[in-house]
């Protein structure tokens, strides 16, 4: 047969196969079609069009993945659990809208991971994941190894730049399968079909991505492209026909009782669907309806999530131990027999306080109702009293302090019971020093939790300000630290000397003193002597800090070994720009700048700090009142928009002059 032909009666099939589900041939015969597509293509080299489906097998491995600027942020969705919180959704968009009743789209949720595809005059050219919603990671390699998803579309009315958007998630026989196989051959095992999908999108080897059974639904059309549609059900029928999966469980409902039905009959068909699924989502069905209803905060008003209300699993607890923070709080922690809830394995269950212990009425040798929640950590709900056996004990708090047997205190009207052992406590020790090397904090990279109780436990560290202390030698007597990580550490130590005096005072772990009130006190003293010396009343004079914060700063800079420690950092060279007083004599105040591209000098974060520390705004969207836009390598659409608002545009070089007014 012609390669032409031949290419097209597959991709016919496939058509059928996956967006159809509708399959005319059986599988072998498919398959012989295809091997015979593979011989002459091979005969033929020449032949081979990128866009063939024998292509879909992978390209050679990259080693990152490329940014890519969403041209419209990749949202979320508020969710609601109850159906007074969905009738109260419904009530304040009939409200906006000014109508009687309104009519949704109703889609499930499915349980995987949003992914979007650029067309170009039809043909896929760029594949992105979500990432922190304004900016992905390049996935075009791997999203082209996914069958269902189409390297060039059907028909011929498809607008010249597309961007649709959906779910990629791996079908649950699929998943149960490749665990299987995996496990025979010793190969990692994942816990849940979301994690086995977005892990497999996320590979830097696509060869490996297209070994794995994923598939894809789409679900919108980004961007004003979609108005051409009236309304959301339009658009996926379009979809099908442009040649994408849309799943055929959607359904307009007239009104919000229609959806709380569909709710309902979806959570019945639930356990017998071939894929995972946490909810539905009800969407405005009329897309000029969602225009006017607009955006809050990273979200729609125009949809919402209805969750299914969370599985609920029996277990035993077998122990209860006490963990000790860096402020010295101790935190009770359930050991459980280990059960599956929820799409993970829960053994460790935080119990926060005794009050809660009292509240649920739990104890050693109970049964109890657990719960997780889609992302959120696993919680137990109350004991099962009916199973209470008489051996069952009381959870008591421990007098003194598990780690270092200093005296637990109780202070009156607190809900926490602390170790007063201080930073002679090596547990508190321990978490003061993950703290200061934190991200937010002093940011030195590979230094994690394990790192850290090696070096505690052997010695080498008391204090943070043993870290600037330490050797290559002593390094190397650590288990499984080779040269390369010792240096590489030692390196991030060195260059975590140079930081801003927020993040210095964010990484003292001054009780009460987050990221943002750090800021606070930076911005309005501008200096870190000022910050030592003044007391209560003064402190209190920052926007946000009120007296017991303001009392904890005091208190901690009154102490001596407090005053040492930071005299003591500051000898070791840890330093900061000068900064930041609030009183409009900074040269960028009251100016606004976002950021766009990749820059060579230095990070987005660098440069937001920087920015940040010469007063100026940083804002991730580009409005009439932004002061100028700041362009790297492959600017997004935020350049376009600078450009069309009158906004002013700055190269890196340019940019660079800025920083050193
Ligand atoms: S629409 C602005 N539809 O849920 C709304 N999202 O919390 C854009 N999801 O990241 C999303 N099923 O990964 C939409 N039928 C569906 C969905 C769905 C699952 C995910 C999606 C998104 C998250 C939003």
């Known amino acids: ?120 005059n039809g043909v896929l050219i760029k594949a992105a994941t979500r990432g922190d919603g304004f900016v992905g990671e390049d996935v075009t390699q791997n999203a082209k190894t996914i069958k269902s998803i189409p390297l060039h579309l059907r028909g011929n009315d498809f607008p010249d730049l597309l961007e649709v958007r959906g779910e990629v998630y791996i079908p649950l026989e699929d998943f149960e399968r490749f665990n299987e196989s995996s496990s025979k051959r010793g190969d990692k095992v994942f816990v849940n079909p979301r994690n086995a999908a977005s892990g497999s999108l996320r590979q830097l080897d696509s060869r490996i991505t297209a070994a794995r059974p994923l598939q894809m639904f789409c679900y919108s059309i980004a961007g004003d492209k979609a108005l051409q549609f009236k309304t959301q059900h339009e658009v996926l029928e379009k979809l099908k026909e442009w040649g994408f999966r849309v799943n055929d469980e959607i359904k307009v409902a007239h009104g919000i009782e229609e959806c709380l039905v569909y709710f309902k009959e979806l959570e019945q068909k639930r356990a017998s669907l071939p894929y995972e699924i946490d909810g539905v989502v009800y969407k405005v069905d009329n897309l000029r309806e969602q225009e006017e209803l607009g955006f809050v905060a990273r979200a729609p008003r125009w949809a919402i999530a209805h969750k299914f209300s969370a599985e609920e699993v029996e277990s035993e607890v077998l122990a209860v131990d006490f963990q000790v923070g860096r402020t010295g709080a101790l935190t009770p922690v359930a050991r459980l027999h280990p059960v599956f809830v929820g799409g993970v394995t829960v053994s460790n269950v935080t119990l926060h306080n005794m009050q809660e212990i009292e509240r649920k009425d739990i104890r050693i040798g109970d049964f109890v ?7 959120v950590i696993p919680e137990i709900v109350s004991s099962v009293k009916s199973k209470r056996c008489d051996n069952a004990r009381l959870i008591e708090l421990p007098s003194k302090c598990p780690v270092c047997g200093a005296d637990v205190m109780y202070v009156e009207g607190e809900a926490v019971a602390r170790c007063s052992g201080g930073l002679y406590c090596s547990a508190q020790r321990k978490e003061s020093i993950k703290h200061f090397a934190s991200k937010t904090a002093l940011n030195i990279d590979g230094l994690g939790d394990k790192l850290v109780a090696q070096l505690i436990d052997s010695d080498f560290i008391h204090y943070v300000t ?64 000022s910050i030592m010396q003044v007391d209560a009343d003064a402190l209190q004079q920052v926007p946000d800090i009120g007296p017991v914060v303001a009392e904890h700063i005091e208190l901690f800079f009154k102490q001596k070994h407090n005053k040492e ?97």
């Open 369 to 375: 109702k657990v719960r997780r929640a889609g992302d």
């Open 565 to 661: 420690l930071v005299n003591e950092l500051l000898k070791q060279g840890i330093n900061w720009p000068d900064v930041e007083v609030e009183d409009g004599s900074l040269p960028l105040q009251d100016q606004t700048f976002v950021l766009t591209g990749t820059l060579e000098s230095m990070s987005r974060n660098e440069a937001k700090a920087k920015l940040e520390n010469l007063g100026a705004k940083v804002a991730s969207s580009v409005s009439k009142n932004t002061t100028a836009v700041i362009v790297g390598r492959d600017p997004g659409s935020k350049a376009k928009k600078a450009k069309e608002l009158g906004v002013a545009i700055l190269t890196e070089a340019e940019f660079a002059k800025l920083l050193s007014l």
């Open 1 to 120: 047969m012609d390669i032409v032909k031949l290419r097209t009666l597959i991709e016919e099939h496939n058509y059928r196969y996956y967006v159809l589900d509708d399959p005319v041939i059986s599988d072998t015969e498919y398959d012989a079609l295809f091997r015979e597509l593979e011989q002459l293509e091979a005969h033929h080299p020449e032949l081979i069009t990128p866009d063939s489906p024998t292509q879909r097998v992978g390209a050679a491995p990259l080693k990152k993945f490329a940014k890519i600027e969403h041209s419209v942020p990749m949202l979320s969705i508020r969710n609601g659990f109850t159906e007074e919180e969905l009738l109260a959704f419904d009530k304040r968009v009939r409200e906006k809208l000014n109508v009687d009743k309104v009519s949704y789209s109703c889609e499930p949720k499915f349980d995987g991971v949003s992914i979007a595809l650029i067309y170009e």
């Open 466 to 529: 043993d870290l600037y202390k330490l050797t290559e030698e002593q390094l190397l007597t650590l288990e499984r630290m080779g040269k390369k990580s010792a240096d590489n550490l030692l390196r991030a130590i060195e260059s975590s000397k140079k930081t801003t005096l927020a993040k210095f005072l964010y990484a003292l772990g001054i009780r009460e003193v987050g990221e943002a009130t750090a800021k606070n006190l930076a911005k309005y003293f501008g200096n870190l002597e």
